[in-house]
């Protein structure tokens, strides 16, 4: 696997943003390209797939990215990540309103099933005048985040849209797992969009690189998941993992507004790196509000400029 290879979950479903509508996806050009790259394990995984009038059954791979993502929250859940998110964002909604009036609204870009909106609904307790707001591409995750949040009767929405283009803008922009899978040229411009005149604050968490990361990917890729999708995109996403130097500089390169330097690279003091690490960025002003609303976790926070 390498870092050019496309992962299989970005080729069985091709939605135009600007539409919002679906384009077919043809079963045997996606298998020829990625035998023709090499990636044989990701032919097979497509393979597998029904097809309908010459294309990918849509019913299926919608099935199949719902499953998918059910199985990313096992990982979520077990990695602990709710608690992760809180730990940045809980400071920063502190901060924000002593600032400026309500209301705060935290927008979760490429939200999947919700796992991390319905969390911080849950057990975030960050108060009324705070708005949890997930968005995403895909209906079928929307769908069924919708249905997750639903049951347990979450103070959280979910909305199918560009979560950089919201009729009521975001505050605070946080992803999991998304960054990697936006390369060259795009990774710079999904950075640009934070500049918003509302925008103050974004967490983007995803996998932190190393020699021994694809091994532990692998592993908990198989303990834990169960699809051969999500084994192995799991696998795909720690080799396309971003170092803190890469995100630093792209998310320099296309913001001129913000503060930016990564949060939580290492277990405590050790020399040992976490699973994930964290892109940080908010405006200039706020980096003394902050950095006291983090707290003994201000140790945690790498160089800021
Ligand atoms: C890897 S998946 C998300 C995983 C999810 N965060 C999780 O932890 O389960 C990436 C998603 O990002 C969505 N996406 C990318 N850019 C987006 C944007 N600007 N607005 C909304 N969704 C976006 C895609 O539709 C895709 O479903």
Not at 128 to 142: C, H, W
């Amino acid at each position: 696997m390498r870092t050019t290879d496309p992962e299989v979950s970005d080729v069985i479903l091709d939605i135009d943003p600007q539409t919002m509508t679906r384009r077919p996806v043809s079963k045997q050009a996606a298998i020829a390209a990625f035998l023709a790259s090499g990636n044989h394990s990701a032919a097979r995984v497509v393979q597998r797939i029904p097809e309908r009038d010459g294309a990918l059954d849509p019913d299926y791979v919608d099935r199949l990215l719902v499953r998918v993502h059910t199985e990313m929250q096992w990982l979520a859940e077990e990695f602990q990540h709710g608690r992760r998110l809180r730990e940045l964002i809980g400071p920063m909604l502190r901060v924000l309103r002593e600032r400026r009036p309500p209301p705060y609204r935290v927008v979760d870009v490429g939200c999947g099933t919700g796992f991390a909106i319905r969390w911080l609904a849950a057990r975030g307790d960050f108060g009324p005048d705070v708005e949890l707001i997930g968005a995403d591409f895909n209906p079928e995750l929307i769908a069924e985040a919708r249905r997750l949040a639903s049951a347990e009767n979450l103070p959280c929405r979910f909305v199918l849209a560009d979560a950089f283009r919201l009729p009521e803008p975001g505050h605070i922009f946080v992803t999991t797992g998304v960054v990697h899978h936006f390369r060259g040229d795009a990774l710079r411009s999904f950075f640009a969009q934070h500049e918003q005149p509302e925008s103050q604050a974004f967490f983007h968490f995803d996998f932190q690189p190393g020699p021994l990361a694809p091994i532990g990917s692998r592993f908990w890729h198989w303990l834990r998941m169960r699809t051969a999708l999500a084994r192995h995109d799991g696998v795909l996403s720690a080799v396309r993992a971003y170092t803190a130097s890469e995100l630093t500089s792209a998310a320099r390169a296309g913001t001129s507004n913000f503060l930016i330097g990564m949060y939580g690279q290492k277990i405590w003091s050790t020399p040992l790196p976490r699973v994930f690490h964290t892109l940080v960025g908010f405006r200039p002003e706020l980096r003394e509000p902050f950095l006291h609303a983090l707290g003994v976790r201000a140790g945690r926070m790498g160089e800021l400029r």
